[in-house]
């Protein structure tokens, strides 16, 4: 059993080594983290590009209000002349989704929950953030406005402002719902059809002045849960295949000692065989067949013997001793457990306490205490363990008397 528990422990700490691998890995695999600027790379599960792009209301087209700079790799840079007076200003720099072919394409980005920016415009500005969403109900390609606007806003200055948005607290405004003629309570949006980013001026921009406005280190950020489903998934099948593993072994490493100590035990039972050689020592072989012959005997005890030998305690210990190594107590209860042992593995019909009785214990709770502590398990599991022991190797064998 201790070779098997040793085995037991290195597969556990391997097991625990292993899952600590995996789970770094799959924890860190689990946080998403894409840049979104042109240039950048790929940002979603459908590997769309992004391409600079502006929005004007009809009065601006050609006023010059807005001029994006298609020259800045890892920024989105435009230039803003609204003018003094007029109707609100409706201008924004966007990020459009394209595909390899630079055609209109819709990003998935469900995966993403924040996207973080870096905001620096001179003078200071209020801005709004969009993201222009495609109802495959509602959404007319290429025709925004009917593109559900989910939107924020944030503030910058020179110095630069970190921005950080949660994408799903973002709103879509009452006027557009009136403008489509939708129903207001239909708020809820997802975000796997994405068809453009939009930075746009508010109500409260500078007007009449030149400003300057750039959206640095654009990333989005979330997690992708599927990781750690894997991770759950892979942890359970190992630590369910361990548990089984374990049991398994357990019960053949726990048979197998037992069938080890019944096989060290059994020539003991030779004592009581009464065939053996005899012993030049009278006084010796009388105290050995006397415990032999009456260890079933629940009265049995060192005075008895004593007594029906006609041998001293001192020399009944020192026979004990020198033939067997034990103790007068010693010796009886192996006798009394080895031959239980053998009843529990032939007489599958005989109750516990019935073995008992008849190897010598008027105390069933004394017994199953001694038994367990011979065996490692008690009468009932030994039974079990010894059948499953027979139906696999066959019983075992008590020796044949010399």
């Known amino acids: ?47 769309v590009r992004w391409r600079r792009g502006f929005t004007t209301a ?23 002349n609204l003018p003094a007076t007029g109707a609100d ?3 924004s720099a966007d990020l459009l989704a394209v595909d390899d072919k630079d055609k209109p394409a819709l990003a998935d980005l469900s ?24 109802d495959e109900h509602m959404s007319k ?13 944030f503030s910058c200055n020179e110095a630069g402002v970190p921005v950080s948005l949660d994408l799903t607290r973002l709103t879509v405004p009452e006027w557009w719902f009136e403008t489509l003629h939708r129903d207001l309570s239909h708020q809820d949006f997802k975000l796997d059809r994405v068809a453009r980013l939009v930075f746009g001026v508010t109500s409260q921009s500078p ?23 894997w991770l759950a998934g892979i942890v359970a099948a190992g630590w369910i295949a361990f548990g089984i593993w374990f049991f398994r072994a357990h019960a053949r490493a726990t048979i197998a000692g037992l069938d080890a100590q019944l096989k060290k035990d059994l020539p003991l039972v030779a004592y009581r065989q009464l065939t053996l050689e005899p012993y030049r020592d009278k006084e010796k072989a009388s105290v050995l067949r006397f ?50 042992a053998r009843l529990l593995t032939e007489q599958s019909g005989t109750a516990v306490a019935e073995i008992a009785y008849s190897v010598g214990y008027a105390n069933v709770s004394y017994f199953n205490k001694l038994f367990k502590e011979e065996y490692g398990c008690t009468p009932k599991a030994f039974r079990t363990l010894a059948t499953q022991q027979e139906q696999g190797a066959g019983p075992v064998q008590e020796p044949a008397a010399p």
């Not at 973080?116 to 709004?128: I, L």
């Open 1 to 47: 059993m201790q070779e098997f528990y040793k085995k037991a422990l290195l597969a556990f700490i391997l097991i625990v080594l292993a899952d600590a691998l995996l789970a770094a890995i799959l924890v860190e695999r689990s946080y998403l983290s894409a840049s979104i600027l042109p240039g950048s790379g790929h940002a979603g599960r459908d590997a």
């Open 58 to 80: 009809p009065w601006a087209w050609n006023a010059g209000v807005i001029r994006v700079d298609d020259a800045a790799s890892d920024l989105l840079r435009f230039d803003l």
């Open 89 to 91: 200003p409706s201008v």
């Open 111 to 134: 995966t993403y929950s924040t996207v973080s920016f870096v905001a620096r415009c001179a003078p200071a500005n209020s801005m709004v953030f969009i993201v222009s969403i495609y």
């Open 141 to 153: 390609p290429g025709n925004f406005l009917t593109y559900p606007p989910a939107l924020t806003y």
């Open 207 to 229: 007007r009449g002045v030149p400003s300057h406005v750039e959206i640095g280190k654009l990333t989005l950020r979330g997690r992708d849960y599927r990781y750690l489903a």
């Open 291 to 340: 415990i032999a012959t009456n260890y079933t005997n629940p009265e049995l005890d060192l005075e008895a013997v004593v007594a029906a030998t006609g041998t001293n305690r001192t020399k009944v210990n020192d026979v004990l001793k020198s033939e067997l190594g034990m103790t007068f107590t010693s010796y009886l209860n192996k006798l009394r457990l080895t031959e239980a």
